[in-house]
């Protein structure tokens, strides 16, 4: 006899934090909480029990999908071998292939801190984390390929990311990827 295993359904906390992972991505942070709590088919109440509020909710959402983020950023270093100068123009291949979805909005962080006024919203602390892991994996690339200032390559190349993320975001049927990988090239050869 076979038996046959069935996931459990996720609770409201988890529901909370995808409705709010995809609205927010495609919407904005600035979604609505009825928009939220109908996507996740969870009462108002599931929200403050969970989250605090919908601050909490964006702080936790940007935590779990800087979490993501930073994993794919090693799985693309790690797929592209020892070279560390390979391993680092990966990721701005990696980044190509991410502005070439459909579903394609922009870096989830820099439209996160533009659109969160309060410079106390717990999303910046995140947001500010994150990039400092990924300039700490880029700084580290740089250090092993032997750059004479790692930190500063890596802020460059930090910088090249965003931008190209950004302007992938703003400039459709743009390609921006392939001139910030070029740029990138500049920064390794220093």
Known sequence: MTTTRTRPTPGPRERLLEAAQQLTYSQGVGVGVDALLKAANVARRSLYEH??????????????????????????MAAAGE??????????????????????????????????????????AVTREYRARVTGLLERELAALGHPRPGAGADQLLLLIDGALAAGATRPGTDPAPAARRLAELVLAE
């Open 51 to 76: 989250f605090g509020g919908k601050d909490g909710l964006i702080a936790e959402v940007l935590r779990r999908s800087a979490e993501a983020d930073e994993a794919a950023y090693v799985r693309t």
């Open 83 to 124: 070279d560390p100068r390979a391993r680092l123009l990966a990721v701005f291949d990696g980044i190509g292939e991410v502005m070439a979805r459909e579903d394609f909005r922009g870096c989830r962080y820099l439209a996160a801190d533009l659109a969160l006024a309060d410079p106390e919203h717990p999303g910046h």
